[in-house]
């Protein structure tokens, strides 16, 4: 169907129309109706009639225009604009490009599991202030699937982390059923996903002191508060890299696992029993990171975790260019004892990888929130290279 | 340290300062370096200053003259000095693997001094990476690194800049600052014009300017305060250095604090107190520093 403009200069023209009007069977739908000659006259004119409509108006000399040259095209597009917009609109106006607060993510949480059947949520414990500790599952079927640990928020000054796991969640599970990659990972395997590993620091951050990075936790016989979550692992824990004075940022705490929020994780874990994968996310250094961090010798399975590593990292260049080192904790950054993937590591979890994510210091935690999609986006990639290892290795 | 990372004493106040797990580093304020950079922009960190006093000693020229510098300077024209190859001054050094810690850190205390001797209002230098790295053990001396860098001058469009530099921690180096030297390949671009306009905009401001929080728990900077957060970064690149070990990565996290201080004359200061994060430690600590510039083109 065209529509067209048409531009009657006078009386007898308007006339002319008035009678192309009376011709039912033209099918002849005029938008505008032929009044007075200085207002146009706009027509929808089935396709069978374009032609001869066209001829008619030509034969009288009467000038016009093509206002839409094919009507069925834009009626399809708007359908797909008004689809997406509604798309949009049923995934909550979540904005994945700025940070939130807690309960915010918490009901974004709902809503991706109230959204996707293969997405459930589930509590695993609580922490020291008593916060749920959520976690996203992702599984299609199966009991007990081979599974992938990822976290974030560990630390809780490291915003850029909590917010790109929100992204990477829903990415997941926007994409299930259409990325080859995460389909086929999804049919066999099972992600289990914490976005806020630390939800009391969080909280702390938003409320009164944006460099917050241990837990909230009481040290009794000291005015201090809070542990460093990732010194208190079992892992060479109280060795070096890690302070024995509560007032300290890298606090490991009076004792392995004294954490409730480490602890609730080990034992979710420890209880599922089939745990392939052990990722962990941190801002800020932009590092890909394997075992060891609390000593300095290799794992046996160096070779292998090197090299995906590099895999991953090439993966995470190859979107903007940002260039990630890889490397042994020890090696990398520092040596630094009671470590979360070391842990794992040692519990039998062969595929422990630690991210730091953006930036290399510009602007550290404070990463402007515009660069939080890229940096989802890339990690993304990178997560995804060692899943599909896993995968691989796995099933 | 108390129950945040703010707790710690201002570095001021407190002659010694204790770092956990490091032992008892002391952070003497240094006396005033001998040479000056060749714009009219100096900063100006008095030694043993307390917060607000009016520092003594150096003044900005009134005109601008190139000076001829001790250890350190870019190169004016033509090729830079490079470091030798081989033998000479890196003699019986060790390859290190850039990615990997020592020498990470070595190009941190390398860049805050640069970022010290060359940035300003106009100018941001960063890291774009490290290309080499090697150690030597110096008896009875420390540990002298030798890096290639390649550094990124934000605001000339991202233009990259190549760098060599040393870094020299002196052995048991709880008392003095690391030696550091660096040459730029290669001009700078002129910031000249950037420097005025602010320059121009302070004296046109009718109160003193007083700012905090930069960048904001969000990450943002308002843009007319983004001069002020790189003379922070300038600032803050002199405490890095002065404040480094081995065994340390300092980067400016927060300028947690501006107020700029009424003058007589017609040099612009400001005091800052700025928040640095120690990556080993992660340690957070406040450092007030005063920051004195000078009319600049004139």
Redesign the interface.
Known sequence: HQVLRIKTRNEEEIKQLQLLESLEHLKLDFWINPSAPALPVDVRIPALSVQSVKAFLESQGIEYSILIEDLQDVLDKEKQDMAESAQRQRSSSFDFGA?HSLDEINQELDHLASEFSFVEKIQIGESYEKRPLYVLKFSTGGSKRPAIWLDAGIHSREWVTQASALWIANKIASDYGTDASITSLLDKMDLFLLPVANPDGFVY??T??????KTRSKIPGS???GV?PNRNWDAGFGG????N?P????YHGPSANSEVEVKSVVDFIKNHGNFKAFLTLHSY?QLLMYPYGYKCTRPDDYAELESLGRAAASSIRSLYGT?F???TIC????QASGGSIDWSYDNGIKYSFAFELRD??????????N?IIPAAKETWLGLKKIMEHVLNKST | MGRDTFCYPRLLQAPTRTLPGIGQPQIPWKTWPPHLPEEGFIPNIPPNAVPNAIPGGMRCPRSIRPVPRLGAGPARSGPARALPAGGGSGCGAMELPPSHFPAARAAAVAVGYLRYLRGGPGRRLELRELRRARRQDIDDVGHKYYLEMELEDVLDNDRTVSCTAEVLYHLGSKTSAPDVQVTVQGELRSTEEADKEFYNWIRSLEKELVAENIPDSHGNIPPELEPIHLLAWVASGYVIWQNSTENTKLHLAQVKHVKQVKRSDEDLQFDYVVLLHEMVSQVGFDSPCAHRRCCPGR
Request: proline share 5%; with cysteine.
């Open positions: 940070y951050t938003h009164s002191n944006r460099m917050w990075r005015v201090c508060v460093d070096p890299g890690a302070s004075r007032c300290s940022d890298s250094s260039t080192q890889v490397g090696k990398t950054i520092y290399t210091g510009r602007y550290g935690f404070l990463l402007p929130a660069q």
